[in-house]
């Protein structure tokens, strides 16, 4: 059963880094590339970034700058690192696994998901 978890959220305070991590189990991920979204209350789902099987990232046009995705194969793990966290980024961020990135992030290019982790940002 392929399955996906998200972990790493909770309350922190603006200007603060954070690392999120997304665990799969059910099947060996160093084949797939993976992305990480974000939905706030209230707005759309909104892509992060996406790592290749290779460990090629590819960014949200948005994302460039405070976001780095990384993955480790061998814990079958993915991570979203992010920095000077702000309230912008309260949000549910999940995990989604897929064939490829691709730069124009849709949804329908990725296969499974994780339920979420709750970041909220606030003093």
């Known amino acids: 059963q392929v399955q996906l978890v998200e972990s790493g959220g909770g309350l922190v305070q603006p200007g603060d880094s954070l690392r999120l991590s997304c665990s799969a189990s059910?099947?060996?991920?160093?084949?797939?590339?993976l992305g990480w979204w974000r939905q706030g209350t209230g707005k759309q789902r909104e892509a992060i970034a996406c790592?290749?099987?290779?460990?090629?990232?590819v960014y949200a046009d948005t994302k460039k700058d405070r976001f780095t995705i990384s993955r480790d194969n061998a814990k079958n793990t993915v991570y979203l690192q992010f920095d000077s966290l702000g309230p912008e980024d309260t949000a549910v961020y999940y995990c989604?696994?897929?064939?490829?990135?691709?730069?124009?992030?849709?949804?329908?290019?990725?296969?499974?998901w994780g339920q979420g982790t709750q970041v909220t940002v606030s003093s």
């Open positions: 790592i290749s099987s290779d460990a090629s990232p």
């Open positions: 059910g099947f060996a991920l160093d084949k797939f590339a």
């Open positions: 989604s696994v897929g064939y490829g990135c691709y730069s124009d992030f849709r949804e329908a290019d990725y296969r499974s």
